[in-house]
C-alpha cells in the first residue's frame, strides 16, 4: 500500500489529539503573566480555525488575531477593475485562479463581466494558459496571476514556458504579494486610523506552504529583530494546535524564537530552485497597496523589465484605471487586521456587507475573516 | 438582485433562491407554488406534477449520461413526494452537428431508467438549434406522478425527530468536477445518479411514516437541511463524524477546497422520521447502500440553523452553499 490521499490528512484531524492539545494548552496558558495575542497570517488558517472551531477550545488568555494573508481580499479595488477592463478587450480571454471571480470591483466582478460576453475563465493551473493559446491563435490570454508566494512559481514557470516555446498570445498582469514584508508592517507602522503605533500582535503563526516555496529562513527577522516569535505551521486542526501549543510554551519559557511545527516538508531554506525561478522573471515593487492596509513597501512583485513585452500593464496602460478607490467609509477592516477589532464589531458586518454582496477586504473571499465569522459562525 | 443574471444565480444556493422569488415567484405567485416542494401536489393530493431541464457537461461522465439523468432528475422530484412516476414529456434541444449515433444512446439510456421507475414518456419536442446556441445537448423532462404516501414536507420537523441520508454523499458533484477540470486524477470515480422510487416504496412497504424527504441535488446535503431548518423553524444538528463520504470524493474536496455536503447528487436523498422509526428506515435503505445512516438529530438550540458537531467538541454553523463553486487559491 502506497501513500494514499487521506493519509495527508487523516490523523491530522484526530478528535482525541485535538482535545489533548487543548488540555496541553489549557496547562500551560495559566502561566501566562498577560494575555497573548497570536496572529495567523495567512487565510488558509483563519479558515482552518473557524472551520474547525479551534477558538472554542482555548483559554481566554489565548487570542486571535486574523490576518492579511489571502491573496483575493488585500486585492485593492483598482487591480480588480484592471481584471474587469481587460476582460473586456476586444479578442482578449482573461484566465485566473477560482475566488478571483467573485471578487466585485467597481464596475462588478469577472463573474458579471462574463455574463456580459466577455470571455473569463478560471484555471486550477496556470499551465492550462498555453492550452488555451494554442487553441485560440486569434485571441490574446492575459493571465491575471494573483497569490503569495506558494503561486508565485507556478506564474514563473508559465513565463518561462511562454518564452521557451514562443508563445506570442500569452500576456501577464501580475498582481503577486509576498508574506514578511506586510507582516513587517503590520507591526512596525504607523497606523493612520488611530494615529499610533499600538498593534496587539504578540506571536505569528506563519504559514507552512509559503515556508515550503520561501523556506522557514524569511522568518528568521521576527524574533530578532521585532521580538516576536513565528511558529511556521501546516493547515490541519492537529498542525494548527501544536502551533498555538509551541507558541505558548516560547511566553510561558520566555524565549523569543523562529520554530517549525511542518517539519515534514518546511526546512530553512526552502525550494531553491523555484526561488532562482521566482528571481529570474520577477521584481519587487517599491510598493503595493493593500485593500485595507494601504500601501506597503517592497512587497509586490512584477515582471522585469526585459520582459516588458508580456506585461498586460504595459501594453494596456491606456486603458487601465489608475485612480486608488477607497473602500466603504464604515468598513473597519483596517483595524481587524491589524488585530484591533473582530468582525462583529463592525456596523456593516453581516448586514449591508455579506458574502453574497461584500464590501470590505476581509468579505470578500471564502479566506478572508469576516467571512469565516459569517460562514462557520461563533458558537462558544 | 444583480443587474444581470450570473453562473451563481443557477447554484441552488443563496442566489439560485433570490432570483426565483424576487422574479418568477413574484409574478407566477399562487399557492400551490408557494409551497416550493420538489413536486407541486395537485388535484387534492392525488398527484404529483413536477419539470427539470437538463444541460450537464460533459454529456457523458462516469456512472451515467445526460439521458439517465434527465429520467432521474424528473422521477426522483416525484418520488420525493411520496409519488410513483407514471407520464413523462421529453424535449431536447439540439446543437446542429451533434452525433445521431451519441443522441440514440442517450435516449436509450432514458428508456432503461425509465424502466425502473414504470414510468412511460407520452409526449415529447425536438429543436434543433444554430451552432453555439447551445451546448450540444438540453433535454427538459416534465413528470406526472401518483401519490402513495400523503403529507411529505419540509415544514415538519420537530424536535426529537431523526435525520438520514440514504447513502454517502458528494459522488455527482466530485464526479462532475474531476472529468471537467481535467485534473487527470486516476481515480474509479463513479456519478450516484440513480432512481430513487425503489427505495421511496421499500419505505412505504415498511409502513415508515416519511415526515419529510428530499433529493440532495445542487447545492447538496446542505442546501436541504438548510431548508428544512427555516421551512420548520427548528435546529438541525449534524454529527460531522457520521456524515459518510467516500474517500475519492473527500480527496476532491480536499484538493480543491470544497466541502462534500456542498457537492452536488443526483441519487442521493434525505430522509427525516421519528425517532421511533429510525431504526426500521435505516434498516430498509441499507438495504439498497450500507453506507446510508443517521446524520442529524432536531433540536431548538439555533432555530432555523444547522451545526455541526465535531469530534473534539467543537461547534459551527453549517451555510447554505454560495455563489459559484470556484476551488481555492492556495
Known amino acids: 500500500m502506497g501513500l494514499e490521499l ?22 500551560d496558558a495559566k502561566k501566562l503573566k498577560k494575555p497573548i495575542n497570536i496572529m495567523e497570517v495567512c487565510g488558509g488558517h483563519t479558515h482552518t480555525i473557524m472551520k474547525f472551531g479551534l477558538p472554542q477550545l482555548l483559554p481566554d488568555n489565548v487570542n486571535f488575531i486574523h490576518g492579511p494573508g489571502c491573496p483575493v481580499c488585500i486585492m485593492p479595488k483598482e487591480r480588480i477593475d484592471h481584471a474587469y477592463v481587460l476582460s473586456m478587450q476586444p479578442d482578449v480571454i482573461l484566465v485566473t485562479l477560482g475566488d478571483m471571480i467573485k471578487v466585485p470591483g467597481s464596475n462588478g466582478s469577472l463573474q458579471d463581466a462574463r455574463a456580459k460576453g466577455s470571455d473569463v475563465r478560471f484555471v486550477y493551473s496556470p499551465m492550462e494558459c498555453i492550452k488555451i493559446a494554442q487553441e485560440n491563435e486569434d485571441k ?101 494546535m501544536q502551533g498555538i501549543s509551541m507558541i505558548v510554551k516560547q511566553f510561558v519559557e520566555e524565549r523569543c524564537e523562529m520554530e517549525v511545527q511542518y517539519k515534514r516538508v518546511v526546512n530553512h531554506d526552502g525550494n531553491l530552485k523555484a526561488q532562482a525561478l521566482i528571481e529570474k522573471y520577477f521584481e519587487k515593487m517599491s510598493l503595493f497597496r493593500w485593500r485595507g492596509l494601504g500601501n506597503v513597501p517592497d512587497s509586490g512583485l512584477k515582471l522585469r523589465e526585459e520582459y516588458r513585452d508580456y506585461d498586460a500593464e504595459v501594453l494596456y496602460k491606456d486603458v487601465l484605471p489608475i485612480a486608488e478607490i477607497e473602500d466603504h467609509k464604515l468598513c473597519i477592516c483596517g483595524d481587524i487586521l491589524r488585530g484591533m477589532a473582530k468582525p462583529q464589531e463592525c456596523t456593516i458586518f453581516g448586514t449591508a456587507c455579506k458574502p453574497t454582496t461584500p464590501i470590505g477586504s476581509c468579505m470578500v473571499s471564502s479566506e478572508g475573516a469576516c467571512a469565516a465569522y459569517y460562514k462557520y459562525g461563533n458558537l462558544i | 438582485m444583480t443587474k444581470t443574471v450570473t453562473i451563481a444565480h443557477g447554484n441552488g444556493g443563496e442566489e439560485n433562491n433570490e432570483l426565483i422569488k ?140 431523526s435525520i438520514l441520508v440514504s447513502r454517502d454523499v458528494g459522488a455527482h458533484g466530485a464526479t462532475i468536477f474531476a472529468a471537467r477540470e481535467g485534473i487527470e486524477l486516476a481515480s474509479s470515480l463513479q456519478t450516484d445518479c440513480a432512481s430513487l422510487y425503489p427505495q421511496v416504496k421499500a419505505l412505504i412497504d415498511a409502513g415508515i411514516h416519511i415526515v419529510a424527504m428530499r433529493d440532495a441535488t445542487r447545492g447538496g446535503v446542505s442546501a436541504v437541511l438548510n431548508e428544512w431548518a427555516k421551512s420548520s423553524d427548528v435546529c438541525v444538528e449534524v454529527t460531522e463524524e457520521s456524515i459518510p463520504v467516500q474517500e475519492e470524493v473527500r480527496g476532491i474536496c480536499e484538493m480543491l477546497g470544497f466541502e462534500a455536503v456542498d457537492l452536488a447528487n443526483e441519487g442521493t436523498f434525505v430522509l427525516c422520521v421519528e425517532k421511533a422509526d429510525e431504526a426500521k428506515a435505516l434498516d430498509v435503505l441499507q438495504r439498497t447502500h450500507t453506507t446510508s445512516t443517521v446524520i442529524a438529530t432536531i433540536s431548538e438550540q439555533h432555530k432555523g440553523k444547522v451545526i455541526l458537531n465535531s469530534s473534539w467538541g467543537t461547534k459551527r454553523f453549517l451555510d447554505l452553499p454560495t455563489g459559484e463553486l470556484l476551488p481555492r487559491i492556495c
Open chain 1, 6 to 27: 487521506k493519509h495527508l490528512y487523516d490523523n491530522f484531524r484526530d478528535g482525541d489529539t485535538i482535545k489533548a492539545y487543548a488540555k496541553i494548552i489549557a496547562e
Open chain 2, 22 to 161: 424576487k422574479i418568477f415567484y413574484k409574478h407566477f405567485e399562487n399557492d400551490i407554488l408557494a409551497k416550493s416542494e420538489d413536486a407541486a401536489v395537485i388535484e387534492d393530493g392525488k398527484l404529483a406534477f413536477t419539470t427539470d431541464s437538463f444541460t450537464v457537461s460533459p454529456l457523458f461522465f462516469p456512472g451515467g449520461d445526460i439521458g439517465k439523468l434527465a429520467v432521474c432528475g424528473t422521477c426522483n422530484d416525484l418520488a420525493m413526494m411520496g409519488a410513483k412516476p407514471k407520464y413523462m414529456t421529453c424535449s431536447v434541444i439540439i446543437e446542429e452537428g451533434f452525433s445521431t449515433r451519441e443522441l440514440e444512446k442517450i435516449v436509450k439510456s432514458m428508456k432503461t431508467e425509465l424502466e425502473i421507475n414504470g414510468a412511460i414518456v407520452v409526449s415529447g419536442d425536438t429543436k434543433v438549434v444554430p451552432k453555439g446556441a447551445v451546448d450540444k445537448l438540453f433535454i427538459n423532462t416534465t413528470g406526472i406522478g401518483q401519490i402513495e404516501h400523503k403529507g411529505i414536507t419540509a415544514s415538519g420537523l420537530k424536535e426529537g425527530m
Open chain 1, 140 to 240: 490574446k490570454v492575459i493571465f491575471f496571476a494573483i497569490g503569495f508566494e506558494t503561486t508565485t512559481p507556478m506564474t514563473a514557470v508559465l513565463v518561462e514556458q511562454v518564452i521557451k516555446q514562443k508563445i506570442s498570445n500569452i500576456f501577464f498582469h501580475i498582481n503577486h504579494v509576498t508574506v514578511p514584508e506586510v507582516m513587517v508592517e503590520l507591526i512596525d507602522s504607523r497606523d493612520v486610523h488611530v494615529d499610533s503605533y499600538n498593534n496587539q500582535i504578540d506571536a505569528f503563526l506563519g504559514p507552512s506552504h509559503v515556508s515550503v516555496i520561501s523556506g522557514s529562513k524569511i522568518y528568521d527577522k521576527f524574533p530578532k529583530d521585532y521580538g516576536r516569535p513565528v511558529v511556521v505551521t501546516g493547515f490541519e486542526p492537529v498542525d494548527a
